[in-house]
């Protein structure tokens, strides 16, 4: 996402520095646009303190987001969450810079309440697998409000639901992306548990929109930015092989502790803040992301066969 965002700011004629030190990134993301001159690339990692100069607005993005990286790494997590977070918001401190903070469905938790509203608590369990990652997105939600309030930072904060498109890694445990790619490889589509349980996807280029109109909004409370047409995780499984005209079948397997059953955002806040609402569906953008899987795919053969 970090790699679209940048993407959009520099066609909107902004001056961008990107900064990641690739714990679960790809450089090749860069490609497309690391020769701007508008653009500079920093290989660092924020859990450890920088100061790049003079900026006017922040978008801080840095964590695993994937439940097979944010587990991988979950120390990691748990520190970007905290210290990467206390120093980028010292930085927009330092220099009466905008920020916003990436935050996540996951603060939602197993929801009890459907669909999700940004008033709403959520039921999360501090101290289960996913926690590292909960926990770390809830802290980074409580510094960025205390920075707000304390010291009159003009913060923001995203609620980021399932989200897919080009860029994403094959493998990292991601719902469209790892479905798409078992499909093209002809392999059987992994789904957990019964597949009941719910998602709602959203095409990459809605929500970087969504972000960047919030960007520039005199909201500091969370916004909900996602698509709210739900459907079954079985029910995408369906839409991937008919994208893919795969002849793959699907295999289950046991359920991760504490995969959340629901998830649904209610943008009803993000309609009448920012004039937002997502403009793709799935079977657009599984359409929109098909070229750049393939070509993943092909490579991944090539590297196999060569």
């Not at 003009?154 to 080009?166: A, E, M, Q, S």
Request: proline share 5%; charged share 25%; with cysteine.
């Amino acid at each position: 996402m970090g790699s679209h965002l940048t993407q959009a700011l520099l066609a909107d004629d902004h001056i961008v520095t990107g900064i990641d030190n690739f714990s679960t990134g790809k450089r090749e993301n860069l490609t497309d646009f690391i020769d701007d001159p508008h653009f500079k690339f920093v290989e660092h990692d924020i859990t450890h303190p920088f100061d790049l100069g003079r900026v006017d607005y922040i978008f801080n993005f840095a964590s695993p987001a994937s439940p097979g990286e944010y587990m991988r790494l979950g120390i990691e997590t748990l520190m970007v969450g905290s210290h990467g977070t206390l120093n980028v918001l010292e930085l927009a401190r330092k220099y009466d810079a905008g920020f916003l903070q990436a935050s996540t469905s996951e603060c939602y938790g197993d929801p009890l309440v459907h669909p999700q509203r940004e008033d709403y608590w959520g039921n999360v369990n501090p101290v289960g697998p996913r926690s590292v990652y909960d926990e770390s997105k809830r802290y980074a939600e409580a510094l960025t409000m205390a920075y707000y309030r304390y010291h009159g930072v003009n913060t923001h904060l995203v609620r980021i639901f399932n989200t897919y498109g080009p860029r994403l890694s094959v493998g990292d445990g991601r719902v469209v992306s790892n479905f798409i790619a078992q499909a093209l490889r002809g392999e059987d589509l992994t789904v957990y548990g019964d597949g009941q349980q719910t998602r709602s996807f959203c095409y990459v280029s809605d929500l970087i929109d969504g972000i960047l109109r919030l960007s520039r909004s005199s909201e500091h409370l969370p916004v909900n930015i996602g698509n709210p047409h739900e459907m079954t995780v079985l029910e995408c499984a369906m839409e991937v092989l008919a994208a893919t005209n795969s002849r793959s079948k699907i295999r289950h397997e046991a359920l991760p502790q504490d995969d959340p059953t629901r998830r649904r955002p209610d943008i009803s806040k993000a309609n009448a803040l920012l004039d937002w609402h997502p403009s793709i569906d799935l079977r657009q953008g599984l359409q929109l992301s098909l070229e750049y899987f393939r070509n993943l795919i092909e490579q991944e053969t090539a590297a196999k066969t060569g």
